[in-house]
């Protein structure tokens, strides 16, 4: 039988997913630093960011699955040794080709994350599948936040080389309280092997609706936040506001009582009341331009649109994996790593637009991009909404014939 979720475990999960995905959002304060360096010109850095999430993407379909195959705990130990080597290596990148495969790889092994939002699912109690993952994935959240000011922090003191180089030795000293601490949770046995398993992955997209339906939002959510923490560091550290590293990574704070508030949207869900919850975040997400759009004249105001952009992205986010997770436990792996690869796909295409788009137009622009994405998901869902309304009148006028 399969240890409860208690209260320790769901901590060490959190903190662990915590440091993982921060290993994925080092760059963002540092781009300009990295570009300077290594001779790379501006419109380009974007794939600094690219680059992880395709190794992130390649994860999430190739790696995540052996979850629902293999011992979590095994995996999830070699895929932190694995991510501590690739962290030394893009911390002694010579070129722009090394780094791109060193950051490659650390976005390959960090969905390790998904592994651990999935071990959680299949140990909470039925019922109780929202909190748990809603818990594990404030860890994530705070991680991606987080990450921004310890980077900018360590850069300003020793160099943008030694953010990877310390986080390296963290992720060894976590894999140690991992192996000392982590129960070993088998996973259902699975009649095919890991290839049936992949393809049956790919295989949900075509049969699974839910799971199209949040794939979509889970894309166009993430390209809205991708847009504005891989373009901010250009505006915040030009002239006239030359803001250091850790001024830069400061303005993660803003984000973290945004995401502390959305760590509830998992209970939301619980509750039945999912699709109220991502239509008001939705709504707020495409207001949230509005602020972050005043970076120039309000620094305050800015800070009100970061916090407002984190709150909504991850309410939805949260939103997402609960109700595709409902009652599907014995698949969890899968589904995660089907929707966050939409996830992540989206990530990678706004690092890259954004950086195109400020290089051309500048911070209006950029801000315009977000609110396209933005709009876009909240009409997506309006229409769905419809959708759902007609469904059900149709449903209800066949009863009453």
């Known amino acids: 039988m399969s240890p409860a979720l ?50 992130y993407a390649l994860g999430l379909l190739l790696i995540v699955p052996l979850g629902d195959m293999i ?27 090394m780094l791109l495969l060193a950051l490659l790889i650390t976005g390959l092994m960090a969905v390790m994350v998904q592994v651990m939002v999935a071990y959680a699912a299949s140990l909470a109690a039925p019922g109780q599948q929202g909190q748990a ?56 046995k699975q009649r095919s092997g890991y290839r049936a398993l ?83 975040a939705l709504a707020l997400l495409t207001l949230s331009w509005l602020p972050t759009a005043l970076v120039g004249h309000s620094l305050m105001a800015f800070g009100v649109g970061v916090l407002m952009l984190d709150f909504a992205v991850q309410a939805v ?16 792996s899968r589904l995660i790593g089907a929707y966050m690869c939409c996830y992540s796909l989206g990530g990678g295409l706004g690092a890259v637009l954004a950086g195109w788009v400020f290089a051309h137009w500048g911070w209006a622009a950029v801000c315009g991009l977000g609110m396209a994405f933005s709009t876009v998901a909240l009409g997506y869902w309006l229409w769905l909404q419809r959708e759902r309304a007609a469904e059900a009148a149709l449903q209800c006028s066949g009863q009453n014939l």
């Open 317 to 332: 986010h949260v939103t997402n994996q609960s109700l595709l997770l409902a009652g599907r436990g014995a698949m969890a």
């Open 71 to 97: 011992d979590r705990k095994r995996l999830l130990l070699g895929q932190l040794l694995v991510s501590a080597l690739a962290l030394v290596s893009v911390g002694m990148a010579p070129n722009w080709a």
């Open 133 to 188: 993952v809603g818990a594990v994935t404030s860890g994530v959240v705070l991680g991606i936040l987080s990450a921004r000011l310890v980077s900018g922090g360590l850069a300003d003191l020793a160099g943008w080389r030694s953010v990877y180089l310390v986080a390296a030795g963290g992720l060894m000293l976590l894999a140690l309280v991992l192996w000392r601490c982590l129960p070993t949770a088998q996973p259902a």
């Open 198 to 280: 992949i393809v049956a992955q790919f295989s949900l997209y075509r049969h699974d609706r839910l799971l199209r339906q949040r794939g979509v939002f889970g894309v166009l959510i993430f390209a809205a936040f991708s847009v504005l923490w891989s373009a901010m560091v250009m505006p915040l550290s030009a002239a006239p506001l030359a803001l250091s590293h850790t001024e830069i990574g400061l303005f993660g704070l803003a984000g973290v009582a945004g995401t502390m508030a959305a760590a509830r949207a998992g209970c939301l869900a619980d509750q039945g009341r999912g699709e109220r919850t991502t239509g008001l």
């Open 6 to 55: 208690t209260r320790w475990i769901t901590l060490l999960l959190a903190t662990t997913s915590a440091m993982a995905v921060a290993t994925v959002y080092f760059a963002q304060p540092l781009l300009e630093s990295m570009a300077a360096e290594l001779g790379v010109a501006q419109q380009q850095i974007g794939w600094v960011v690219g680059a992880t999430q395709v190794g």
